[in-house]
């Protein structure tokens, strides 16, 4: 068959809760199969940039919600794009590919939140490709049977997930939690492939079967998710449907196999962020290194579809080799691009668009594919032969220039391989062996025991807790009934085995909490140094449970508590109401309200604010996370949330933003890091803790002389910023300055001298200021040259040392840098620069009319450390929040003090009030000082009706 191109399709969505709040802009325009982004940036150079692709799937507006929750076109003429019409334009071309012996593979790839997984797979409503594609292949199988009686089919699903280079089976209780993973092999005409000793496709024949196994491998991957403190949105997801067709054409009996490959991809934007920060990759360790090599191997493809001859680099990646035969061979392949409408999201957009635009360059071969399981086998058999036949002839050529001793042990080391091998082998045809029937069969045994053992038909009628997980997809796939066996009133909920309700997650402790039913009513009681939540709020007593309550047990775990029994109407639908509505997003917004983080009103703020306040909700449980393996791996490292005004750190023109405040316990050291370089060292943490779970050791070498949970010591760090009003050299006046620093609490920590010195293009000084003064600057000024003079910096703490600064002028890329002082706090700079503007224009006129010049001051920290450091990292931290208890214990008794003081101030005031009113209405003109004063300070009753008579027996003339 000739090659064909690799077909695009491009998906936008509708803004979601978050972009409604935030005001965004809706800036990609659809028109046919054209789709167009606008630069929300109205300065920018490139207004707007069209793509074409093969479909432009426009499902922003234009939709109407029917009543079983379908979203469809609101009319004739709407160009709404809904389920339907993604699965006739791909999934029906799949399913004829597939029914025609070709392989064929659709793939999803986007940002986190733009839609790929409601393509891929949908809601219960509106249901994606995989469930459509699952259930269409089996109604077809049923008309091909009544139209040739005596066709065999058989389908076989596998559903396969690759997180940090690690391919693990989401089918497999066991294989979902396998650290190692599964194996890649290659070999000549087959390409990359799991063997099936390990990954063995599951028999299906119907679509409810492979409902069943999706919500398997839904449950695992939770699980997996939270046992290994992985994150979903960083694994890739695979479902493979094997489809084998025979059948007797001519007298002849014929067979077609085809392999459909369904893949969720990985969020997008981490990858694009992490690169620009540089600090996983500066490191050698690439957490998002799939995403990165199918770039690579995707402009390769397109290189050599445009005649370059360059090398494709398939191998450099676990998902790359997987997708080898969809992006360069034998299948016909599909590619779905989901993309954001908001103006917030508009760099993320833009290169998801060209990432779709450089693919639909890529052409594959796609052919009618044998039995690939017949040829296997035929394969084995004469693989086997030879290993039979050729172990003499190899060990016979063992180099004779070996001593005895070495030819012995390569002798033994030979025979060892060789066996190794034939087992290997006879083992992997004595599995291919097995009839589809017998593995059939045992399918169906094992799908009646899901059905006897679903917990999701319990779960209608009994009390129990609902995963919420921040992939959409995975809420609602684990549930725990809170069923209390006979003469049983407790629930023991945790990590070890012998707990009643066994779950995983950091900060969950072997026996957490308990859950007690009394009087008809359910419990929740913390143990000691367990972290539960309800509905935002940190509890350490027992407290009473309520329908849809949010639960976070340990740092990041979170539940909905769901009791039927309480309802008065059709309970299945008002829980599925719930479970939708209710998002870690909104539980995160619970506690940071809780936690004085975020006050009333957060969704009427400016969009700046907003959106900076959301950036926080979504760094909170991985910041929690993260002190959490501080804690269990005793770093004595602490990590804080807080936002920092752009302008306390040198930078006028940026938004409001959260930062992370790192400290460690019993020295003085601390680094402020910003959220991208967090999230980069945050997956660095789980992989580290990951590797010292195994065995209280660290054995990954990347990290034997490297710690992702701190900076070197030696790393400078921003001590302070200054600034100075350079609006003088607009008149060629000189400056001589000294400027104090602020830390970013505001606090002042130097003092800095600074000079600004117009002058010549030579960097010759005007010494002459009545000659080269210039009055009117908009007028007068052509060209502009001054020299940047900084002399010395005097620091208040001596905890510093090569202390250097860096600052930026108007219209500058890069920072000048001065040279570090020595090891002092008040080192000599002695810096100079001229800044040179050859052609002054308006704009130059106005920053320097508007603008100071913001000078940072950085410097390496000299820790000082103190007996208190040999507390473990949960000391710290309880020491920590008593002191805090403490201090608002103390505030609040001050409080309570001014509010004493508050109201007998209004006492007094009252008091004296009513005796001026009663004056004036004796038509007295003056009172006493005596009497007022005497007013003031007493509050008895009798000393004030006392006044009233003095006063009104006065006279003018007293």
């Not at 650290?179 to 890649?184: I, N, R, S, V, Y």
């Not at 970013?744 to 000079?755: C, M, P, Q």
């Amino acid at each position: 068959m000739p090659s064909e191109n690799l077909k695009v399709a491009v998906r936008v969505r509708g803004f979601n809760d978050r972009e409604k709040a935030l005001n965004s802009k809706c800036v990609v325009e659809m028109n046919g199969n054209t789709t167009t982004i606008k630069n929300p940036d109205l300065n920018a150079s490139e207004t707007e940039k069209r793509f074409a692709f093969d479909y432009s799937y426009w499902s922003f507006d234009g939709f109407k919600v029917e009543s079983n929750g379908y979203l469809a076109p609101d009319g004739p003429k709407s160009k709404y794009c809904d389920q339907k019409r993604v699965f006739d334009d791909l999934g029906q071309g799949i399913l004829k590919n597939a029914f025609e012996g070709f392989n064929s593979s659709i793939f999803a790839y986007g940002q986190t939140g733009s839609g790929k997984s409601y393509s891929i797979i949908g809601t219960p409503a509106n249901r994606g490709l995989v469930p459509l594609v699952c259930e269409q292949i089996f109604d077809m199988i049923e008309e091909k049977k009544k139209q040739n009686p005596e066709g065999q089919f058989e389908v076989t699903f596998s559903m396969i997930e690759i997180y940090n280079e690690v391919i693990r089976d989401l089918l497999s209780s066991k294989g979902a939690f396998d650290k190692k993973g599964l194996q890649l092999h290659e070999k000549p005409g087959r390409g990359f492939h799991i063997m099936e000793r390990d990954l063995k496709p599951t028999p299906v024949f119907s679509y409810s079967t492979i409902e069943k196994l999706m919500e398997q491998g839904n449950k695992h991957k939770s699980i997996a998710e939270t046992k290994m403190n992985a994150t979903s949105s960083r694994a890739h997801t695979i479902v493979e449907l094997i489809f084998k067709q025979t059948f007797k054409k001519d007298g002849n009996e014929l067979q077609r196999v085809s392999i459909i490959d369904l893949v969720d991809l990985a969020g997008s934007e981490r990858q694009s962020k992490t690169g620009a920060s540089g600090d996983t990759l500066k490191e050698g360790i690439a957490i998002n290194l799939s995403l990165t090599c199918l770039g690579n191997v995707i402009g390769a493809i397109a290189s050599q579809s445009g005649g370059k001859n360059v090398r494709v680099p398939y191998r450099d990646s676990t998902l790359t080799k997987i997708l080898m035969n969809a992006l360069g061979g034998n299948s016909k392949t599909v590619m779905v691009a989901a993309i954001s409408p908001s103006d917030n999201n508009y760099t993320e957009t833009i290169s998801t668009l060209r990432y779709a635009d450089r693919a639909k360059q890529i052409k594959t071969n796609a052919k009618v594919n044998e039995n690939p399981k017949d040829k296997l086998i035929r394969e084995l058999q004469e693989e086997i032969a030879k290993l039979k036949a050729g172990g003499v002839t190899m060990i016979g050529g063992i180099s004779a220039d070996l001593s005895k001793k070495e030819y012995e042990r390569a002798k033994r080391e030979m025979e060892e391989s060789i066996k190794r091998q034939l087992e290997d082998s006879e083992k992997q045809m004595e599995i291919l062996k097995e009839s589809y029937e017998q593995r059939l069969a045992e399918a169906m045994k094992k799908a009646k025991e899901l059905e006897s053992h679903d917990i999701n038909e319990k779960a209608k009628i009994c009390p129990h807790l609902s995963n919420i997980n921040i992939d959409p997809m995975l809420t609602g796939s684990l549930k725990h009934l809170l069923e209390f066996p006979e003469g049983k009133s407790l629930l023991i909920i945790g990590t070890s085995e012998n707990v009643d309700i066994q779950i995983y997650g950091l900060g969950v402790s072997d026996r957490h909490a308990g859950i007690s039913w009394e009087n008809g009513e359910f419990f929740v009681e913390p143990y000691l140094n367990s972290r539960v939540m309800k509905n935002g709020k940190q509890y350490e007593e027992k407290f009473k449970l309520n329908n849809f309550d949010r639960l976070v047990f340990g740092a990041s775990l979170y539940y909905l508590f769901i009791n039927p029994t309480k309802f008065d109407q059709d309970s299945e639908q008002l829980i599925l109401n719930q479970v939708t509505t209710i998002t870690v997003e909104k539980i995160q917004k619970e506690i940071a309200q809780e936690s004085g983080l975020i006050s009333d009103g957060f969704d009427g703020r400016e969009p700046n604010d907003l959106q900076c306040l959301n950036e926080l909700i979504d760094l909170m449980p991985m910041v929690e996370e993260a002190n959490q393996m501080s804690i269990l791996m005793d770093k004595k490292m602490r990590y804080d949330l807080m936002i920092l005004n752009p302008i306390v750190l040198g930078d006028p023109h940026s938004k409001p933003k959260p930062v992370i405040l790192v400290k460690k316990f019993g020295t003085t050291l601390e680094w402020i890091w910003n959220s991208d370089k967090f999230l980069d060292r945050k997956a660095l943490m789980s992989d580290y803790y990951l590797d010292f779970k195994e065995d209280g050791k660290i054995n990954n070498p990347n990290y034997k002389d490297y710690d992702p949970f701190v900076d070197a010591p030696d790393t400078p760090i921003m001590v302070g910023v200054g600034l100075v009003e350079p609006k003088c050299v607009l008149h060629r006046v000189p400056l001589n300055d000294n400027p104090k620093f602020f830390d970013y609490s505001k606090k002042l920590v130097g003092n800095l001298h600074v000079e600004l010195l117009p002058c010549d293009k030579q960097g010759i000084i005007y010494e002459n200021i009545q000659e080269s003064i210039i009055q009117n600057p908009e007028k007068s000024l052509q060209e502009l040259y001054f020299l940047v003079r900084i002399n010395n910096i005097k620091c208040l703490s001596t905890r510093y040392k090569k202390i250097f600064c860096q600052y930026k002028c108007f219209g500058e890329e890069q920072f000048a840098i001065t040279d570090a002082g020595g090891d002092t706090n008040n080192p000599n700079i002695s810096h100079q620069r001229i800044v040179s503007y050859p052609k002054v224009d308006s704009k130059t006129i106005k920053y320097f009319s508007t603008f100071p010049l913001f000078i940072q001051v950085h410097g390496v920290q000299m820790s000082s450390t103190n007996d208190s450091n040999k507390m473990t990292t949960r000391q710290w931290f309880e020491k920590e929040k008593k002191e805090k208890i403490n201090s608002v214990e103390k505030l609040r008794e001050e409080v309570n003090r001014l509010h004493l003081d508050l109201d007998r101030t209004k006492n007094k005031l009252k008091n004296l009030e009513t005796l001026l009113d009663f004056a004036e209405k004796k038509k007295k003109k003056k009172i006493r000082v005596d009497y007022v004063r005497e007013c003031i300070l007493s509050n008895n009753p009798e000393i004030m009706n006392k006044l009233y008579e003095l006063v009104n027996k006065m006279n003018d003339k007293d």
